[in-house]
């Protein structure tokens, strides 16, 4: 596939091994996948943005409520919900998905780049719902309008980041060092948020169970 020959360089731009020539490709020749709407990628957002914030602190009752002032119960994924309940408390790994939240907004036009030698920048939260004023999602739309992202440049970095962490999965086997200059999460979060951006088959409460395997 031509894409994947145009990966390969960036593959090595970011410090990783190549994968093996029959590593799959993400979909057949005529059969491109299309990206999803801005609007349900706004929502996951959105939810992640109170997830993270959840483990941060911020309480179950506000982050209930802000979801329910702004419609976005249906969004919601069981683990959520139970984040949400409280009944996990504050959940520390939750705080990585921030790399997630980077992935999609860059596919919004929120954010310039998506480096992967480079961490989201320490701005990201002021390009994101004001949750402390519990800024509405219309408000945070006209202060950050989005501009999707071309198709074939979000396909770009779901294939690159498929690559990379082939590359984690591989090493993680081996129990060789892991490549790239960034903690594996980083990767990990990236090419979920790709993987949900660009299928389509996937609901907001397939997010905590998306494939991710290589």
Known sequence: MKLRSETLPRVDQAGFPHPPIHFPVLWEAGDV??????????????????????????????????????????????RERLVLAGELGRVEEDKTQVEAIHALVWTLGIVATLDAARFCGDDLAQQLPDLRSSEPISAWLRRRPIQSRPTDEVLTQWDL??????????????????????????????????????????????????????
């Open 161 to 214: 980041y498929f690559c990379l962490t082939w590359g984690l999965a591989d090493a993680n086997l081996r129990r060789a060092t892991v490549p790239g200059p960034l903690p594996q999460y980083v990767y990990w979060h990236r090419r979920r948020a790709l993987e949900f951006a660009c299928g389509s088959h996937l609901g907001h409460s397939d997010w905590d169970s998306i494939d991710l395997s290589t």
């Open 33 to 78: 996948p299309s990206v999803r709407s801005g609007e349900e990628i706004v929502q996951r957002v959105a939810v992640l943005n109170v997830i993270v914030n959840c483990a941060y602190g911020m309480p179950s009752d506000a982050a209930s409520a802000w979801l329910a002032d702004n419609r976005l119960e249906h969004c919601v994924t069981e």
